[in-house]
């Protein structure tokens, strides 16, 4: 049997979402943003579902994007609703509030499931960052744009134009992060943090969501200009020659020549 490439188990009102690649450091493949974006869609319409928290299995949140499928030219969306972003997450809006429980290294796209959600808890060991420019890439799931905005601007273009990564104690003091628990615990900080929030009028938190987040008709309206501009510099950034650069060099084990073009 095939392993599902993300689980979905309810405690009480709250839904866990488990990106389940653990041999794989949970990088999100088409089976990933496909069972991610079903869990989402689910807990969207099930009204006894009043939060979300999103984790990866073993030791690894989300390494990012699989290079695998990538090298292979895989798709990585979901074959029916591409518009929900990278892991089915990153551009799929939901009434409920969404917890991250980073339960290791979340760097590149597992940074922006991060940013993707609207709370976060992080284990002491777990590193955030955005290192797509260290390979001739941009972080394309919303973390050139949305870095910016849970960021002082300065410690946001430090991060995106070093590609370095940061502590969870700092992304804590930054205000990237809610709190940092002791490693091995964070699932369970999560659901206490959701349990905080179930305990409220539903309605009335989902409503203050939507208001807080600038919803209209189920889009963040916005980070709309975001994800345009992201489309129109990730077309041109992906057809030069430092973006074949990067991989390759990573692949060789040696240091990128970049020419810019």
């Given at each position: 049997?095939?392993?599902?490439a993300?689980?979905a188990?309810r405690r009480?009102n709250?839904m866990?979402?488990?990106?389940?690649?653990?041999?794989a450091r949970n990088?999100?493949?088409?089976?990933?943003?496909?069972?991610?974006?079903?869990?989402?869609h689910l807990?969207q319409n099930?009204?006894?579902?009043?939060?979300?928290?999103l984790?990866?299995a073993g030791?690894s949140?989300?390494?990012?994007?699989?290079?695998?499928?990538?090298?292979?030219?895989?798709?990585l969306f979901?074959?029916e609703?591409?518009?929900?972003?990278?892991?089915?997450?990153v551009?799929?809006?939901i009434?409920k509030?969404?917890?991250?429980?980073?339960?290791?290294?979340?760097?590149?796209?597992g940074t922006?499931l991060?940013?993707?959600?609207?709370?976060?808890?992080?284990?002491?060991?777990?590193k955030?960052g955005?290192p797509?420019?260290?390979?001739g890439?941009?972080?394309?799931?919303g973390?050139?744009?949305?870095?910016?905005?849970?960021?002082p601007?300065?410690?946001?273009?430090?991060m995106?134009?070093?590609?370095?990564?940061?502590?969870?104690a700092?992304?804590?003091k930054?205000?990237?992060?809610?709190?940092?628990?002791?490693?091995?615990?964070v699932?369970?900080a999560?659901?206490a943090?959701?349990?905080?929030?179930?305990?409220n009028a539903?309605?009335?938190?989902?409503?203050?969501k939507?208001v807080?987040?600038?919803v209209?008709?189920?889009v963040?309206?916005?980070?709309?200009?975001g994800?345009a501009?992201t489309l129109?510099?990730?077309i041109?950034?992906?057809r030069?020659e430092?973006?074949k650069?990067?991989?390759?060099?990573?692949?060789?084990?040696?240091?990128?020549?970049?020419?810019?073009?």
């Open positions: 049997m095939t392993t599902p993300a689980l188990e009480g709250v866990i979402i488990t990106i389940n690649r653990p041999e990088a999100v493949n088409s089976a990933v943003s496909t069972a991610v974006g079903d869990a989402l807990a099930d009204p006894d579902v009043r939060a979300v928290v984790t990866g030791e949140f989300c390494a990012g994007a699989d290079l695998k499928a990538i090298s292979r030219r895989e798709n979901h074959p609703h591409r518009e929900w972003g990278f892991a089915g997450y551009h799929h809006y009434d509030p969404t917890i991250a429980a980073v339960n290791g290294t979340a760097l590149g796209g922006e991060a940013l993707a959600s609207d709370l976060v808890v992080a284990e002491e060991r777990a955030f955005l797509e420019v260290k390979r890439l941009i972080a394309a799931a973390g050139v744009f949305r870095i910016v905005d849970h960021l601007r300065k410690v946001a273009l430090e995106l134009f070093t590609g370095e990564p940061m502590s969870a700092d992304a804590a930054w205000g990237l992060i809610n709190e940092v628990v002791p490693d091995g615990t699932v369970d999560a659901i943090l959701a349990d905080r929030i179930t305990c539903p309605l009335a938190v989902w409503a203050s939507r807080a987040m600038g209209d008709k189920g963040i309206v916005g980070d709309e200009p994800w501009r129109r510099e990730v041109a950034v992906m030069s430092d973006a650069e990067g991989p390759l060099a990573f692949a060789e084990k040696r240091q990128p020549v970049w020419k810019a073009k």
